[in-house]
């Protein structure tokens, strides 16, 4: 088998060149795209710390809204409703359709934040 030199500048012309492509372009774009889903995972899973946070708050204001109510009914012997000025009712159900366009905006406003800051 004849093998011409021409061959053996080729094959390390090809490893010179992947070695460096592979340092000074793969590394850098691979390590920018799983800093954006490092990024995106983080703030995912604040923004559910957040919504917990949200539930908990509100579920704490309709007890204390709930017990003020009772207090007042005790304290004048008649439901509050009857008084001129009476406290709007106010209930916190969790309506889970709103909660999850709620979410879904935040996701894409979010998603659209990192985005801007880390332009490809």
């Known amino acids: 088998m004849n093998i011409n030199i021409t061959f053996i500048i080729q094959i390390a012309n090809f490893w ?29 899973e604040k923004l559910k710390g957040k919504e917990k946070k949200l539930l908990v708050l509100q579920e704490k204001k309709s007890a204390l809204l709930f017990d003020f109510r009772k207090h007042l009914q005790a304290a004048y012997g008649t439901s509050t409703a009857q008084h001129q000025f009476s406290i709007p009712d106010v209930s916190y159900k969790k309506n889970t359709e709103d909660i999850a366009v709620l979410v879904n905006e935040s996701k894409t406003l979010l998603v659209k934040k990192v985005s801007d800051a880390y332009p490809a």
Do not use: N, S, W
């Not at 070695?19 to 490092?38: I, T």
């Open 16 to 44: 010179v060149t992947y070695f460096m492509l592979h340092k000074l372009l793969f590394k850098p774009v691979l390590r920018q795209l799983h800093q954006k889903e490092f990024a995106k995972i983080l703030l995912l």
